[in-house]
């Protein structure tokens, strides 16, 4: 077991666990399986476009993720959470961010709302930089509000709990799904060509059809 900790703990001992938890952050049922994910690890392909080949500009990302554009411009300017796809470069450029960069967004929101230091989010978010996608999808974090820690086995969380240690839990599989579904009502963009991707959903049909009733 490791921790992200405060003094005394090295930064990049930043702890993820492995157990899943409901999405509004309560404490997590040790030994249940987490959701699956899906393959790709991303929203599904738009027209011939593949998941890896989408981005999501600064408003969709800040859409997905349940924060302000203020909060996504301070993260990305100290370092925080940085866009993998394309930075800004000056007046009139656009941030461009991964399926992966807005489920880290929402993991440092939740933890920054339940009082965890920006010194161990920044150490959780290298860890979960480091994860593989699938290794990411089943990841658990735990905290007290202070400490991050990782648990490679329902036993584990168990003894977090039990010691008072294990406050609160993230399932980042939930917030992998969550981001997901909000994704597959956003419009994002082409890599490589820059094109705007239009996602189809109900809510857009229901609009075409009134603006050609009227």
Request: proline share 7%.
């Amino acid at each position: 077991m490791t921790s992200t900790g405060g003094e005394g703990t090295a930064a990049g001992d930043s702890s993820l666990l492995g157990g899943p938890i409901p999405a509004s952050g309560q404490e997590a049922p040790p030994g249940r399986p987490g959701p699956a994910p899906s393959p790709a690890g991303a929203v599904g392909p738009v027209g011939d476009a593949s998941p890896e080949q989408v981005g999501y500009r600064g408003p969709t990302a800040c859409s997905a993720a349940g924060i302000t554009y203020r909060q996504l411009d301070y993260w990305a300017r100290t370092g925080l959470v940085e866009p993998s796809i394309r930075p800004a470069y000056g007046s009139g450029s656009q941030r461009l961010y991964s399926f992966r960069d807005i489920v880290v967004l929402k993991i440092v929101k939740r933890l920054l709302d339940t009082g965890v230091s920006l010194q161990n989010i920044r150490a959780a978010v290298r860890h979960l930089r480091s994860g593989g996608r699938t290794d990411l999808a089943r990841m658990t974090l735990m905290s007290d509000g202070a400490t991050v820690y990782e648990c490679s086995s329902p036993d584990e969380v168990v003894d977090l709990l039990q010691g008072g240690q294990g406050v609160f839990g993230i399932a980042v599989g939930v917030v992998w799904k969550d981001v997901e579904g909000a994704l597959s009502r956003l419009h994002g963009e082409r890599v490589d060509t820059g094109e705007t991707l239009v996602r189809d959903h109900p809510e857009d049909e229901l609009a075409r059809r009134r603006n050609r009733a009227g």
